[in-house]
């Protein structure tokens, strides 16, 4: 079918023309709406169709396809019904080639094989995959290439030479050219250096034509655009105005507007049948793309750069900068000189009252709730603003959920003079209205993202769509041992100086030994990583990690990503993913803002696939009992993230000998947190016999 692609663009170029590829979003605005859409958009003259599967969280659109994949899902759009709309759309006669457009966890999901295969049998002619790395996207384009489907890889303009050599050569229909970085969205002009850019691709892509889209809404932008490309595609314009019309009138709307485009007296020339391509027995493509990394992209099969082309300009640039900060020994006199600053290293200490309260295994402390700005994430913060200023960066963005991210980042801005913006879901900005006002005392704006759950995925993936858009000035300090490469490893590396520090002080204090068991809550994974990574290769030692099982591991509503998860790709990562059967990311739940993830680090997912950790889920009714024994038996009041790990640790060491030793990692303190307590006491307190509500006044 990927002939088909070819056959349109030989036409459209023997016609002295350009061919229009149009997208819209599968289901949008309602399942029924889409095959009209279709027609109509083909009786007007559209080329190609791209058809977009409807993804939760796609990090490289622009609000306006965000809002059609919610509605999309929300219609209940599933990948099965998009094929079946694609069959639906051959059977009433749309001859023109479809391309089925998506993110990768749901194919990954489906099954790649079965997902090709089943594509072919209803008509589909191709594939463009937003996320898929050329090193993946080889191999996925092989399996295509056997059953007569085509990969369009997508280029942008910040893509190396390296790179657009091998997605020239794989290519075999078109290249889609990324006219700007950023995200998907109409615009007001067309990118400039749009006739350098295609001229640069077409240095590598040879015969095979290109086709430019983003951005373009207008006749004028397709004309302007037309002057350097093969095609040109339209999105977001399209699918504002079928949102707009009526229902009844979709249909019509898709139709005027490709005749605006195309001029009223464009002649239809669309292919008058169509006929499903055959299996081959096509030669595998060999991979050639060899990108050299100090640090291993991968944990195992975990990690890795699934991330949209444009994006990887900006991880390319944080990586060579935090090899070359990492290989300096200045940096770190620079980075160990801000201890004091910090407070490190942070206290070890035996808990006296807890140990005889669980009647077990010695239980000790790492509070690491002491540092500056009253969490870990302090550590993480100022090591990345130290890298951002070696890149020449003045401006910092960052995402938060609990807040003390966003707290420890605008810190870090404050105390180098630089300007910082900090993305938070707007539920959590609700939640954690004081660590709000701290960020905003600091002089960090807060940005409330209202897409989606309002909490941290959200905040994550508003921070990624801004990072591509704003890279030349900006650094994304990602608070957690999430996301592509090279975050999870960055985060790890000075994180680590937890379980280093925890090591050094347990040994001084007891002959040398070391803990039997490390315990640390689990989100994202940026305390535990720090904690564990010191100890991987003493075996001796477990590693218990707790997530927040939320409302019960029996409901949906937790966070438990590695005890309830199974492995996908979200956020640039392959992982251990909260997902349904369709691929897409389920909502979460959990008293504390900053364990609400549906994904984990890569690190700690092979940590898990290897069993060198062990994970357990605590529910919120269980996180409080830990908030109120810590609070109770030692006076210290933690974070509701370390609560779990509080709770968590007291089980494991009631099950262990009383000669034996756990360190719990304290990553945070709790203020943050009591109004949160305070809200939710009413509802979990009788669970766990806790009550703080006010008697009345016994004088009266």
Not at 138 to 159: D, M, N, Q
Request: hydrophobic residues 40%.
């Amino acid at each position: 079918m990927s002939a088909l692609l070819k056959e349109t663009f030989a036409r459209c170029k023997k016609e002295g023309r350009n061919a229009l590829v149009n997208f819209i979003t599968a289901g949008y605005p309602t399942i029924e709406d889409t095959v009209p859409i279709l027609k109509s958009m083909q009786d007007a003259g559209v080329d190609i169709i791209e058809l977009g599967i409807p993804f939760s969280d796609p990090i490289a659109d622009g609000p306006t396809i965000q809002a059609a994949n919610n509605v999309a899902l929300d219609n209940g759009i599933t990948v099965p019904k998009c094929l079946d709309l694609v069959k639906q759309a051959r059977e009433q006669g749309v001859t023109v080639p479809i391309i089925l457009m998506g993110y990768y966890n749901p194919i990954l999901k489906y099954g790649e094989i079965k997902l090709i295969e089943d594509s072919a049998r209803v008509g589909a002619n191709g594939f463009i995959v937003v996320d898929l790395p050329p090193e993946e996207a080889i191999k996925f384009r092989s399996s295509c290439a056997r059953y007569g489907l085509s990969y369009v890889p997508l280029v942008a303009p910040a893509t190396t030479d390296e790179r657009l050599k091998v997605l020239g050569e794989i290519a075999d229909s078109f290249i889609y050219v990324v006219s700007k970085m950023g995200t998907t969205g109409a615009s007001k002009s067309v990118s400039s250096g749009i006739t350098e850019l295609c001229a640069r691709v077409r240095k590598f892509a040879g015969s095979t034509p290109i086709a430019v889209g983003f951005g373009v809404s207008t006749r004028e932008h397709f004309l302007t655009v037309g002057e350097s490309a093969d095609g040109v595609v339209i999105g977001s314009r399209i699918v504002t105005l079928i949102g707009e019309s009526k229902p009844g009138e979709r249909g019509v709307t898709a139709y005027k507007y490709v005749k605006s485009i195309l001029g009223e007296g464009f002649s239809v020339n669309a292919p008058t049948s169509f006929s499903r391509a055959v299996v081959i027995d096509g030669t595998e493509t060999k991979p050639v793309l060899e990108e050299d990394h100090k640090f291993n992209p991968k944990f195992g099969e975990f990690g890795g750069q699934y991330v949209p082309e444009a994006l990887h300009t900006c991880l390319a640039e944080l990586e060579k900068g935090f090899e070359s900060a990492v290989a300096d020994p200045e940096f770190w006199k620079e980075f160990k000189d801000l201890y004091s600053y910090i407070g490190r290293p942070s206290s070890l200490h035996r808990a006296e009252r807890l140990t005889e309260y669980a009647g077990g295994a010695q239980i000790w402390l790492k509070r690491e709730d002491l540092n500056h700005t009253g969490s870990h994430k302090i550590n993480n913060a100022l090591a990345q603003v130290l890298i951002a200023k070696r890149l020449g960066k003045k401006k910092i963005i960052a995402e938060t959920g609990a807040g003390q991210h966003g707290v420890a980042t605008a810190t870090a801005c404050a105390k180098f003079g630089l300007e910082c913006t900090v993305f938070m879901g707007a539920e959590d900005v609700r939640r954690q209205a004081l660590n709000v006002f701290r960020m905003r005392i600091l002089g960090a704006k807060v940005v409330a993202v209202t897409n989606g759950t309002q909490t941290l995925r959200d905040a994550t993936s508003e921070a990624f769509r801004f990072w591509v858009s704003n890279l030349e000035s900006t650094h994304y300090v990602v608070g957690s041992a999430i996301g592509p490469h090279p975050y999870p490893t960055l985060v790890r590396t000075f994180q680590s100086v937890i379980g280093q520090e925890t090591k050094e002080q347990f040994k001084t204090l007891n002959g040398g030994k070391l803990p039997n068991a490390v315990v640390a809550c689990v989100g994202g994974g940026s305390n535990s990583t720090g904690m564990f990574s010191p100890f991987e290769h003493d075996t001796e030692v477990k590693m218990l990690g707790v997530e927040a099982g939320g409302d019960g591991l029996d409901t949906d509503r937790h966070s438990a990503t590695l005890t309830a998860g199974i492995p996908g790709v979200f956020h640039g990562v392959k992982t251990y993913v909260l997902q349904d059967s369709d691929g897409q990311v389920h909502d979460t739940h959990s008293v504390s803002a900053g364990l609400d993830y549906p994904g984990v680090g890569p690190e700690l997912a092979f940590w898990k696939s290897t069993g060198r950790a062990d994970f357990v889920a605590a529910t919120d009714a269980q996180a409080l009992i830990g908030f109120k024994l810590l609070s109770q038996l030692e006076g210290i009041i933690p974070a509701l993230e370390s609560s779990h790990a509080i709770y968590g640790g007291v089980e494991l060491a009631k099950t262990m000998p009383k000669d034996q030793h756990i360190v719990i990692n304290v990553s945070g303190r709790g203020d943050k947190d009591v109004q949160s307590v305070a809200e939710v006491l009413p509802k979990l307190g009788e669970q766990i016999g806790w009550d703080l509500r006010f008697e009345a006044d016994p004088t009266k």
